[in-house]
């Protein structure tokens, strides 16, 4: 054939195919790995804004933790109520807020001086507590109690103030956990505790913005990225636009309007273009060649029954329907008004069918009142559609405003992907439409024998 002997020019749908896989992969591969990196980014600044804060927040509870205890002491040597020992210990020993506190910043990402500092204010903590621990056995020989913790039992007081009067061991107690001494054990603690609190905020504040500045260049990187895969995308559209996409729409919209297809886009659709357009060229010339007499009813204009058997012998059954209508009681018509009216029932129905389908489907007269309906170009199955344009076409055949008598039709439809051959595509839609006359006329049956519809 002419076409095969053209040049295959254009490029390649295949050669096309491997290099949108290559750059999609390529592309997939730049986005994983740059919002990984992105991602690595950020969790390492969040893990290690967490860890300041959790360093801050040790620091700041084991200040608390000392003031808790300064205060139950200091409540116990005043007013002598047991409980402040006992909320004292369970503080010391069962709430372990410092050493909590002393275990997480150790654990923690702290700087040396933080440490440093923080280890010097547990040092002046335990001096302090042995403080503490002795105002509050004189408080309790004061008061007499007998029921305390075992760590105050073995505190021995000295001989002194062993012998003291209970009042003048109260105002000891009290003495020894309120002057200037204690203050001043307390703000050494305090004063650490500042320290190690200012070294984890300016070792915070380094982290932070270290970590930001690596955040910076990440994000540098990410939108490189999405440039370069937005181009890369735009690319592949236009590429599959140019080439595939817009040549495929134009040959659908020449084929719906009967033109030859341009041969331009790919490699492969050009040579199919070629081939359609040499196919076109023998069917136009087939169809030109068909006497026109010899193929059309001369009342209706439809096909005749010959231009129906060219027409079911070099259809696409595949992608076809087959539709055949009948129309209910026309016998009842030609004897009741006459074979005129008749006549014009059938011009009617005629064009009716042409208002209804499409320019380039077939429509043809094989009996008397019978027509064939080719609706070709159909691929995939359309009921619906196909049901609304029966419903109109029954619609406009019951309106009198022409003078003419109503009328319905009756009719089976079947694609002929349902039938084996074309003699088996015709028995299949005939069988369908007298299944539609035994329910009553007015109705259509697709294929399925139980699928009739009024």
Not at 99 to 115: K, P, Q, V, W
Not at 147 to 176: Q, T
Not at 285 to 294: C, M
């Amino acid at each position: 054939m002419m076409f095969q002997n053209k040049k295959n020019d254009g490029i390649s749908l295949r050669t096309i195919h491997i290099w949108l896989i290559i750059g999609s992969v390529v592309l997939a591969v730049l986005m994983f790995f740059s919002t990984y990196q992105l991602s690595t980014s950020f969790h390492e600044l969040t893990d290690m804004s967490e860890q300041q804060i959790a360093l801050r927040k040790a620091a700041r509870e084991l200040m608390d933790a000392s003031d808790y205890l300064t205060e139950k002491v200091q409540r116990f040597s005043v007013e002598g109520d047991i409980r402040y020992v006992s909320d004292y210990f369970s503080e010391a020993f069962e709430a372990n807020h410092r050493e909590d506190a002393l275990r997480r910043m150790s654990e923690g990402n702290g700087s040396d001086a933080a440490m440093t500092a923080l280890q010097h204010a547990m040092d002046d903590s335990v001096l302090l507590m042995k403080r503490e621990y002795y105002a509050m056995k004189l408080v309790i020989d004061a008061k007499e109690y007998t029921d305390y913790p075992e760590v105050l039992k073995s505190m021995e007081l000295s001989e002194e103030d062993s012998s003291l009067r209970p009042k003048a061991k109260m105002e000891l107690a009290a003495l020894m956990v309120h002057d200037s001494d204690y203050y001043g054990q307390k703000q050494k603690i305090r004063d650490n505790m500042l320290v190690c609190l200012d070294e984890l905020e300016k070792m915070a504040y380094d982290t932070d913005a270290s970590a930001l500045h690596a955040l910076s260049d990440e994000l540098f990187l990410e939108r490189i990225a999405i440039i370069l895969e937005t181009i890369g995308i735009f690319f592949m559209v236009w590429l599959t636009s140019r080439l595939g996409i817009h040549p495929v729409l134009n040959a659908v919209e020449r084929i719906q309007s009967d033109s030859p297809i341009p041969e331009v886009g790919a490699n492969e659709f050009r040579y199919l273009a070629r081939a359609y357009n040499k196919m076109y060229e023998v069917y136009k010339n087939s169809l030109d060649h068909l006497n026109f007499k010899a193929s059309h009813d001369e009342l209706t204009g439809a096909y005749n029954r010959s231009g129906y058997d060219l027409l079911l012998s070099s259809i696409e059954m595949a992608n076809t329907y087959m539709l055949l209508f009948d129309i209910d009681n026309f016998k009842e018509i030609n004897d009741t008004y006459g074979h005129e009216t008749g006549d014009r029932v059938l011009v009617k129905l005629v064009r009716t069918l042409k208002e209804n389908f499409r320019s380039d489907d077939y429509i043809c007269r094989i009996g008397g009142d019978e027509f064939v309906v080719f609706m070709v170009h159909s691929t995939e199955k359309q009921q619906r559609l196909i049901s609304q344009k029966i419903e109109q076409i029954n619609h406009e055949l019951v309106n009198t405003a022409d003078s003419l008598p109503p009328v319905s039709v009756s009719v089976g439809i079947v694609h002929g992907s349902e039938a084996e051959n074309a003699q088996a595509l015709f028995e299949k839609t005939d069988a369908a439409m007298y299944q539609s006359k035994r329910h009553g006329k007015h109705t259509y049956t697709f294929n399925d024998a139980s699928n009739v519809n009024r």
